[in-house]
């Protein structure tokens, strides 16, 4: 019997061994062996989820409702789902055929990747954008094709940008809007000209509007809702950001039934289901959710207009983000990188931001700042920070 040891990493697929692990992750560690931490970092909401919510839950065990339910959802949440972004999005759906329940919006993220991609399909990518992307395209035998945005243009993309980094190769496009990490949104007149590259292209739109609800100076607009682009995108949602339900698990896609029918074969055999209970809660939320939402909505927008005005008047470039629950300010004048700036403000003054260059192209001389937290904490940050900055910047 052979004594030589196995190498593991050699055993692994080449397209796990190529991604890095995620750039968030790794302060969040370090912030959790730290005392007196202020935590900016985390992209969740900072309140519970609804009691109504969790009861319905709680009901929903209490009846013995613990069965798989249909692979695409309870068929009474998909129809809530479908009323829902009718009502409020202006984009129908039929829940028959055309929508899955997904574990998180983060599922349907993947699925709607493995479900259109072939070896050497290009995906563009608007960044900065969330870390899961471009490690999903590779992930998937995609490659993934950086747009950059930056700081000049609010961090919008234009079609223009779009179009010059397409190829024979290009397959999609992946939007999101309101943007993680920069809150920044995109009104209609600017999509319908994003819609006619792609229609003239033949690409599918990936639309991860995981944030929709959270828009604070304008309605959020849908990217199906524009004229041609309803059958050639998949949306991407779910619970958790709106309806303060991150640690529930529960998202949906919908797309014209080819794509969706294609995604919940893939879905069937990863994942089966999303979780029963958790369905019903989120049955819930969309039923009698809403005047929870509308009060973090305006805690949401008092707290973004305190720390843009506070970020300001310490000498941090910020732009006002029109949605999510992020600020991502410019950190350049310190010399700094964006790495260098939170490791040392992580160190110095116990709070924790990420560093904006995790979130791609873009990204580099910034950080990610999340005011999803009390107001007592954003007041202290501000405070910690300004007075990091202040040591180095005169």
Not at 57 to 72: D, K, P, Q
Not at 116 to 139: K, Q
Not at 160 to 167: A, L, Y
Not at 307 to 335: D, M, Q, W
């Amino acid at each position: 019997m052979s004594t030589m040891k196995t190498d593991h990493k050699t055993q692994l697929s080449e397209a796990v061994n190529s991604i890095k692990p995620s750039g968030i992750r790794r302060f969040f560690d370090l912030a959790s062996k730290m005392d007196n931490i202020i935590s900016l970092g985390v992209g969740e909401p900072d309140y519970s989820t609804p009691w109504n919510v969790r009861e319905a839950s709680i009901h929903s065990l209490e009846r013995g409702l613990t069965s798989y339910t249909a692979n695409a959802g309870m068929i009474e949440l998909r129809e809530a789902i479908a009323q829902y972004l009718e009502r409020r999005f202006d984009v129908s759906y039929n829940p028959e055929d055309e929508i899955v329940v997904t574990v998180g919006a983060s599922e349907g993220i993947d699925l709607a990747l493995r479900a259109i991609v072939n070896p050497g399909d290009e995906i563009l990518i608007v960044e900065p954008c969330f870390v899961s992307y471009a490690p999903l395209v590779s992930l998937v035998g995609g490659v993934p094709v950086s747009v950059p945005t930056s700081l000049d243009t609010n961090f919008e993309v234009t079609s223009k940008m779009i179009e010059e980094r397409i190829t024979d190769k290009t397959k999609a496009v992946m939007l999101s809007f309101p943007s993680n990490p920069t809150g920044s949104i995109m009104g209609e007149e600017a999509l319908a000209s994003i819609a006619r590259v792609v229609c003239e292209h033949d690409l599918v739109v990936l639309s991860d509007e995981i944030y929709a609800e959270l828009t604070y100076d304008t309605e959020h607009v849908s990217v199906p809702s524009i004229k041609g682009m309803r059958d050639r995108t998949i949306l991407i949602s779910g619970f958790s950001k709106a309806f303060a339900m991150t640690g529930w698990r529960v998202g949906y896609v919908t797309a014209p039934s080819t794509y969706a029918k294609a995604m919940l074969k893939i879905h069937q055999y990863s994942m089966m289901c999303a979780s029963t209970m958790a369905q019903y809660a989120a049955l819930e939320a969309l039923t009698n959710g809403r005047d929870e939402m509308e009060e973090m909505i305006t805690s949401y927008r008092q707290r973004r207009n305190y720390v843009v005005k506070s970020f300001r008047e310490i000498g941090l470039t910020c732009h006002n983000p029109g949605g999510a629950f992020y600020v991502f300010p410019s950190i350049i004048k310190t010399g700094f990188t964006s790495e260098q700036f939170a490791e040392k403000l992580l160190v110095e003054e116990r709070v924790a931001v990420v560093p904006g260059d995790v979130f791609g192209q873009g990204g580099e001389g910034h950080i990610r700042c999340s005011y999803a937290a009390s107001m007592n904490q954003l007041e202290e940050a501000v405070e910690r920070i300004d007075r990091f900055i202040n040591k180095r910047v005169k």
